[in-house]
C-alpha cells in the first residue's frame, strides 16, 4: 500500500536517510525517514482513536513552518483524511469563514496564532479538539508531542485510498477575494512529482525551505517530491535571510528556491559577502520575472545558476522551468512546459495565438487539481469544454517554445486605448542602479483613462528622485507605458510567500488620490 502513505513506502527503502531538519527550533532536531513515518503513525492513531477522524474528514491547520506541519499532512495521508492549510496571515473572522465552509473537526495550531484559533473555533461547532504545537495552547487544546508520544505506533493504512482521494486543501485567492480551497490528489502530488524529478532534482538532494507550508510553494514545489524520492528538507519558521545563507552553507544544499524578493534580500544580509553557495547546483526562481541584475550578481559574486520556472497551486504546482544555461539568453522567459504539461496562449475566442502573439496562458495535463472544494462553480468558470484551466495570466510564446509572462490580466491596465503591462515596466526601473525593489500599479487618470504609478525601494544610501526615475524610463520605453508618478518608500507590501501585494499598493494610491 503506498497511496496515501508514500512516507511508510520511503522508510523501508531509505529508513535512516536523514529526512527532516526543524531548523526553526532552538535544538533544530533531526529525524530519519523512519523517526517520520513513526511520528506520522502515531498521530494517526491518535486522531482516529482519540477524535475520531475517518476518511474525507478535514483537520484545519494554522501553523508556522516545522515537522509538525509534515507530521499532519502524513497522518492525514495514512487515514485518507484531508489536512486544509489554513493561511496564518488570515484575520480570525476570515478564518472563521473558511473554517465554516471545511468543517474541520481538528485545529493545529502554532503559539503565535492561538487568539485567532480560539476565536474561530468558538464559532465553528464542527471543531471538536484544538492541538498546540508549542506554549501553554488554549484551555481544552492537547499538546502536539503529547498526542504524538501515546499514540499507538502500529501501521496505519487504508486499502480504500486511490490515486484520486484528497490529502490537503492549499487556498488560493486569498489577496484578491475569497480564498478558495484547491482539492490536492495524491494523483497530482505523483504527476508533479514526476515533472520535477525529470526537471530539477536527483534522490537524495538537500534542500532549505523558505515558503511557508500551507502555500504550494512550501509544501508541494519541492518539499513533497524530495521525500517521496528520499531528499532532505530543511524547514524554517519565518524567512531570514541571514539564516538561509548560513544552513544553505552548513547542509550543503543541492538547490535553493524563493521568489525575486527573497534573492534581493538575501544580497542585503549582513553574511552575504562571506556565505559559501558553493554547494548549490542552482536556484530557482518564481513568482515574478528575476531581474537580469540580481542573476548576474549571484552569477558573478557566488558562482550560482539560476533555474527559472513558474507554477500554481491549481496546476502541479511546477509547470515551467527555464534551464540555467538560457537564463540571460532568454531572459524574462519561465521557460518550456514541463515534461507531462500541455500549455497553450489563447485570444479571446480561446483560439490558439502564433509566436510572439499576447493572449492568455492556458494550461491541461494530469498534475492539474480535483477542482475547489465546495465551489464547483468556480472551477466551472476556469475550465473550457476541452478541459483547459485558464490562468489569468497574459502570455506569448517566442519562435522556439518558450514562454514569457507578460503580466497578470488583473494586473494589466489600459492608459490611452493601449494596454500597459507592468512587469515590463518593472524589469526596465530594475536596471536602475539606485533601485533595490519596484512595483507598478495602474491608477484612475480624467485623461488617460489609467496611468502608472511606480513605488519604489532604494538601495541602501542609494538617492534618485521622481524626475530622473522617469526620465530614465522615457529613455528605454513608449511613452504611453512610462508611469506618470513615483512613490519612494520603505518597503514594499509582502505576502508571506515573498510576493508583492499589489492589490494594497492600489488602495494605496487610491487613498493618496481622494486626500490630493
Known amino acids: 500500500m503506498y497511496i496515501g502513505d508514500t512516507l511508510a513506502r520511503r522508510a523501508i527503502y531509505t529508513p535512516d536517510r536523514l529526512a527532516v531538519v ?18 506520522a503513525n502515531r498521530l494517526a492513531n491518535w486522531l482516529r482513536d482519540e477524535v475520531g477522524v475517518r476518511k474525507g474528514d478535514r483537520i484545519g491547520i494554522v501553523a508556522l513552518d516545522g515537522v509538525e506541519f509534515l507530521d499532519a499532512f502524513f497522518a492525514c495521508g495514512k487515514l485518507g483524511a484531508i489536512l486544509a492549510c489554513f493561511n496564518w496571515r488570515m484575520h480570525w473572522r476570515e478564518l472563521v469563514q473558511v473554517m465554516a465552509d471545511t468543517t474541520p473537526k481538528l485545529m493545529i495550531f502554532s503559539d503565535d496564532f492561538k487568539d485567532n484559533v480560539l476565536q474561530a473555533a468558538g464559532e465553528t461547532p464542527s471543531v471538536t479538539h484544538l492541538l498546540h504545537i508549542e506554549g501553554d495552547g488554549v484551555p481544552g487544546s492537547v499538546r502536539f508531542e503529547d498526542a504524538i ?20 486543501l492549499i487556498f488560493t485567492g486569498g489577496t484578491t477575494g475569497v480564498p478558495k480551497g484547491a482539492q490536492i490528489s495524491h494523483r497530482m502530488i505523483v504527476w508533479n512529482t514526476l515533472n520535477t524529478v525529470i526537471h530539477d532534482i536527483l534522490p537524495g538532494d538537500t534542500t532549505v525551505n523558505v515558503f511557508p507550508m500551507f502555500h504550494t510553494g512550501g509544501l508541494l514545489v519541492y518539499t513533497m517530491p524530495l521525500m517521496i524520492v528520499g531528499g532532505t528538507v530543511i524547514l524554517l519558521r519565518r524567512f531570514d535571510p541571514a539564516q538561509v545563507l548560513d544552513l544553505i552553507e552548513e547542509y550543503r544544499a543541492d538547490f535553493f528556491a524563493g521568489v525575486p524578493t527573497m534573492y534581493q534580500m538575501l544580497t542585503q544580509a549582513n553574511n552575504w559577502d562571506q556565505a559559501d553557495l558553493s554547494s548549490l547546483r542552482f536556484c530557482t526562481s518564481g513568482g515574478a520575472p528575476l531581474p537580469v541584475t540580481l542573476v548576474e550578481k549571484f552569477a558573478d559574486e557566488k558562482g550560482v545558476r539560476f533555474k527559472q520556472g513558474f507554477g500554481m497551486t491549481e496546476f502541479g504546482p511546477g509547470i515551467f522551468a527555464l534551464a540555467p544555461e538560457d537564463a540571460i539568453r532568454k531572459a524574462g522567459s519561465i521557460g518550456r512546459p514541463n515534461f507531462f504539461v500541455d500549455a497553450r496562449v489563447v485570444d479571446e475566442n480561446n483560439q490558439p495565438l502564433g509566436p510572439n502573439e499576447v493572449g492568455e496562458l492556458v494550461l491541461r495535463g494530469p498534475s492539474f487539481c480535483s477542482g475547489y472544494f465546495n465551489m464547483p462553480e468556480a472551477m466551472a468558470e476556469v475550465v473550457d469544454e476541452d478541459g483547459w484551466f485558464h490562468t489569468g495570466d497574459m502570455a ?34 530594475y536596471r536602475h542602479p539606485a533601485v533595490h525593489q519596484c512595483a507598478v500599479v495602474g491608477v484612475p487618470d480624467p485623461k488617460w483613462g489609467e496611468v502608472g504609478r511606480a513605488y519604489v525601494v532604494l538601495k541602501t544610501g542609494a538617492s534618485a528622485t521622481e524626475d530622473e526615475l522617469i526620465g530614465y524610463l522615457r529613455e528605454r520605453l ?8 513615483v512613490a519612494f518608500i520603505d518597503a514594499l507590501p509582502i505576502s508571506s510567500a515573498g510576493k508583492i501585494l499589489k492589490r494594497e499598493l492600489r488602495e494605496q494610491a487610491a487613498q493618496s488620490a481622494e486626500s490630493a
Open 22 to 39: 526543524d531548523a526553526g527550533k532552538a535544538d533544530r532536531p533531526h529525524y530519519t525517514y523512519q523517526q517520520m513515518n513513526e511520528r
Open 149 to 168: 508520544r501515546v499514540g499507538d505506533p502500529a501501521p496505519v493504512t487504508d486499502d480504500s485510498i486511490t490515486e484520486e482521494d484528497i490529502v490537503a
Open 396 to 429: 506569448k510564446c517566442d519562435e522556439d517554445w518558450y514562454f514569457f509572462i507578460v503580466d497578470r490580466k488583473k494586473d494589466m491596465f489600459i492608459s490611452g486605448g493601449e494596454n500597459v503591462y507592468p512587469t515590463e515596466i518593472e524589469q526596465a526601473l
Open 478 to 485: 513608449a511613452g504611453y507605458k512610462v508611469p506618470k508618478s
